[in-house]
Every structure is written in structure tokens, then in C-alpha cells.
């Protein structure tokens, strides 16, 4: 009960009894989820595996690192990503685009709660790389299709991903892709801005189209299909097809010639020319480009000695790579392209034809070929997780049940009763996707050799894989 004071002074103070009911609703998202475990950190925050008290479901929440100076964490708002992340999710609803469960606010950071997906791109390539086994067409193909799917939607809606890339692109134990990483994704219709202007971090050097890496003011969608077009060829060869050097801004914040990212491009696709692309000479670093080597196009003699076996998709892949943004296929132009009509097909379970290999294999009690198995479960790790909510109130919730990681029973993570000034906001569009929760899991040993993190390209290493952070 409030006593007459305070409920006098709340009379008059409708934000603040507001404030108060809110935070009374509040439930901690400490005690809505189990945290089963880390598994990576990326620019913006730290994302955890986590396990829905109520309904079993799991889920990857990503927790916004909040801002910081020394030790004090100071609150000056929400990071624009965070908002582009948030408000984009809300609004969208795509069986290829992961979908947000829910966004929770307690003690100066968000919560963004995900629908959990096993297994991303680079995970999946670094699976095959290591075996030193192509991932079979089968696989290729379907990932393929559902990427584009995925973002035929986004485009649709007018939404850039701007950052596609294996790592954020996720797929389900179900074989299903989910785009993920909303986070520097923007509406298109808004004036848009060369990439350097504002932004802090600009999409990864490696996806980056030519006319970004050329200085374009303006761009396109096109940006999202070469993108799309380096992630096939990785798919296909294991390794960035383009796996330049970022040129660093100087001291006086002057944008660099990014040459050696073109250089890859060009040894592999050949010198841009204004036959094929008219507005090339329109490009503000068109006379630093005049001044490189000439190179011609090899793509099929790439393709010949990196990835024979996916030769099959060297068509659309040219096509993507097309250098001119105007004729280069957008995604829906690449879903109809007739490879995806040829044998075999795309299946909705991008894994289907594993399942049906790993069955014969076992009944047939032959030697396993990796190519054949499905990629391995997403580690997590216990020891070197920070832990997602702060060390005040330290209430236990880990049961030992949740050790995902094999670490130590009774590893709890210390969380913070608290939540003042904390509240949710519903997810919109999400939701909708395959329960799962139902799945058993083994996962990796305690202080096992590297976290997937580092596999992931986010937090502990890889730092080569990572955005490059301006300003
Ligand atoms: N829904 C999810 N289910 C499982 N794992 C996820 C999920 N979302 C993200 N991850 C994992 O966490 C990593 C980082 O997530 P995300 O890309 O959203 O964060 P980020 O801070 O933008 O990171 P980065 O800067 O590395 O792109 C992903 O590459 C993926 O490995
Ligand atoms: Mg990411």
C-alpha cells in the first residue's frame, strides 16, 4: 500500500506513478530466462543462449552493451543501432528473417530477444574447411534460395541489410535461414547518405560493393545482391572470394582509396570499363582506379580451380557480380535464375538431403564423409562468459541443469534483482517460427579451445572479419 504522502504526490506526478506501475509489472529477464550459456560478442553486444522459464522455448538474447566510461555506465540514450535493430524488427515478419521475441529494458540496457537458430553461414564453411570437404550442392543451393528469399522480403519492404555476411546469416537445426543483424540495416526511401557520413561502422570490406569501395554517394539494394554474390562464392570455395585490406581513415578523418579491396576484386572480375558500366567514370575515385593494374576477367578459371564442384552456379554468380548496380540482378532476378530450376532442387530443410545420407550411412555402417553430416551444434561457453546482467542483487538462477558449456554444476549466473526504470516492448512481427526448445544437445567442454566466437568473426578474435569501427 503507498501511504497518503506518496500516493499525493504520485496524484500529481502521473509520470512518475506511471513509472511505478510499470516497473511493478516488470518481470527481471532474469527470472523469465534461464541463461544456458555465451556465444559470442559482437560490435554492439554480447548474444546468449537462453532458455524461456515459461514455455521451454530457446532463445538467443543479445544484450546492448551499454555505454561506458572507465567503470561508470553512463546512460546517453540508445545506440543507434540498437534503434535501427529494434524498430526494423518490429515491423517485420519473414520465415528468413529471424524473428524478435521481445525487447526488454532493465538497468540502463537493452535485451533483444531472438528466436534461436543452431547454426549460422561461417559456421557451417568453417565445418566443411576443416573436414576439407565441399559443402554439397544440395545444401549450397537451398541456403542459397532461402537467403535470397529472405532478402527478396527485406528489399521488398524497403529495408537494406547492409551488413550481409556468413556470420549474420543463421540457419535453424530445421535447415532453415534466418538474415540476422539488423543492425546497420536502413530503410531505403530515407535520403541516404554516403556510408561514411554519420554511420560509425560501414559494412564489412570484404561484401562491399564496388561502387561503395569507388565512392558513390548514392546506393542501392544492389549493394545487399553483391553481398549476396560473395557469400555464394564463399559457400562454394570456403574462403572470401575478396579478402582485401581495409584502408584505415587517417588522422584527419579523410575517407582512403580503398585500393587493395579492389585490386582482389579486379584480379578476380577484371577492371571495370564504361562499355559495361557507363557510370563508372562518374565514380569519385575514377581516376585512382585508372591508375591500378589492368586486370581481364577469370571468374570461370576461379571457379575452375577454387570451387569446380559448384561450377554449376557460375552463371548467377557473374550476374550478381555484375559491376554496374543498375544491371546487376536484383534478388528476386537471382531466385528466378534457372539454376534454381535444375536438379537438384531447392528443399525447404537446406540439411534434407544430409538426413537422408547420414540415415543410408548408418544402415550401411560405412565410414561417414563429413560432406555429409549435418554441421555441428553452436557452441556456448560457461568460463569465459560475462555474465548478461550485473553482479548487484546476485540472485543464483542457474540450476546446473542449464550447463550447456559442461562446466561445474551449480554455475549460476549472478544476476540483479533490481529493474527499476525497466520495461518491455512488445515484438511486433516476430514470432511464428518452429518451436526449438525440444532438441538435446551436446556441447562443447569447458575451456575447450576456441569459444565460436572466435570462429564467428565477434568478440574474442578474427578481428579481420569484423566492421571497421570510424570515429
Ligand atoms: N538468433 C540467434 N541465434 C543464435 N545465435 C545468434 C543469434 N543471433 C546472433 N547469434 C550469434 O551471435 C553473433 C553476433 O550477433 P549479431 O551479428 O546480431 O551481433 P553484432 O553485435 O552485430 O555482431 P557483429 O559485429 O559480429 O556482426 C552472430 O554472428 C551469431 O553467431
Ligand atoms: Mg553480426
Not at 61 to 74: A, H
Not at 345 to 363: G, I, V, Y
Not at 398 to 426: L, Y
Request: with cysteine; glycine share 10%; net charge positive.
Amino acid at each position: 500500500m503507498l501511504d497518503e504522502w506518496t500516493s499525493n504526490s504520485l496524484t500529481h506526478d502521473p509520470m512518475r506513478l506511471y513509472r511505478l506501475k510499470r516497473d511493478r509489472r516488470h518481470i527481471p529477464v532474469s527470472a523469465k530466462y534461464n541463461i544456458m550459456g555465451f556465444i559470442s560478442s559482437g560490435t554492439y553486444g554480447r548474444v546468449y543462449k537462453a532458455e524461456c522459464v515459461e514455455d521451454g522455448q530457446i532463445h538467443a538474447i543479445k544484450k546492448f552493451k551499454p555505454d561506458k566510461e572507465g567503470d561508470v555506465v553512463t546512460y546517453t540514450g540508445i545506440s543507434q543501432s540498437a534503434i535501427r535493430e529494434i524498430a526494423l524488427n518490429r515491423e517485420i515478419n519473414h520465415e528468413n528473417i529471424v524473428a524478435l521475441k521481445e525487447v526488454i529494458l532493465e538497468d540502463k540496457s537493452i535485451y533483444m530477444v531472438f528466436e534461436y537458430a543452431e547454426h549460422d553461414f561461417l559456421q557451417i564453411i568453417h565445418h566443411n574447411s576443416t573436414h576439407r570437404v565441399p559443402i554439397q550442392i544440395p545444401v549450397l543451393k537451398s541456403l542459397v534460395y532461402q537467403l535470397l528469399n529472405g532478402l527478396i522480403y527485406l528489399h521488398s519492404v524497403h529495408i537494406l541489410h547492409r551488413d550481409l555476411k556468413p556470420a549474420n546469416i543463421l540457419v535453424t537445426s530445421n535447415g532453415i535461414v534466418k538474415i540476422g543483424d539488423l543492425g546497420l540495416a536502413r530503410l531505403i526511401y530515407e535520403p541516404l547518405q554516403p556510408l561514411h557520413a554519420g554511420d560509425k561502422v560501414v559494412v564489412t570490406i570484404w561484401y562491399r560493393a564496388p561502387e561503395l569501395l569507388l565512392g558513390a554517394k548514392h546506393y542501392t539494394k544492389a549493394i545487399d545482391c553483391w553481398a549476396v554474390g560473395c557469400v555464394i562464392a564463399e559457400l562454394a570455395s570456403l574462403r572470401p572470394i575478396f579478402k582485401g585490406e581495409e584502408a584505415k581513415l587517417d588522422s584527419k578523418k579523410n575517407v582512403p582509396f580503398q585500393k587493395d579491396q579492389l585490386l582482389k576484386i579486379f584480379e578476380v572480375l577484371g577492371t571495370p570499363n564504361e562499355r559495361d558500366w557507363p557510370g563508372v567514370k562518374d565514380m569519385p575515385e575514377f581516376q585512382s582506379m585508372k591508375r591500378l593494374d589492368y586486370f581481364t576477367n577469370r571468374l570461370h578459371e576461379w571457379f575452375r580451380t577454387r570451387a569446380n564442384h559448384a561450377i554449376s552456379v557460375y552463371e548467377l554468380l557473374l550476374r550478381l557480380f555484375y559491376y554496374d548496380p543498375d544491371k546487376r540482378l536484383t534478388a528476386r532476378e537471382a531466385l528466378n535464375h534457372p539454376w534454381f530450376q535444375e536438379d537438384p532442387k531447392p528443399t525447404r530443410n537446406a540439411f534434407e538431403s544430409l538426413l537422408s545420407h547420414s540415415h543410408s550411412h548408418s544402415l550401411q555402417s560405412q565410414v561417414p564423409n563429413p560432406s555429409h553430416h549435418l554441421p555441428p551444434l553452436r557452441r556456448i561457453t560457461q568460463d569465459d562468459a560475462p555474465s548478461m546482467v550485473p553482479m548487484q542483487g546476485n540472485i543464483n538462477i542457474g540450476n546446473g541443469n542449464n550447463n550447456a558449456g559442461g562446466a561445474g554444476h551449480g554455475h549460476g549466473i549472478p544476476i540483479n534483482a533490481g529493474g527499476m526504470g525497466a520495461g518491455v516492448i512488445g515484438a511486433g512481427g516476430g514470432g511464428g517460427g518452429p518451436p526449438f526448445g525440444s532438441h538435446s544437445q551436446t556441447h562443447s567442454k569447458p575451456g575447450s579451445s576456441a569459444s565460436f566466437a572466435s570462429l564467428s568473426g565477434g568478440g574474442n578474435a578474427g578481428g579481420t572479419r569484423k566492421k571497421a569501427r570510424l570515429g
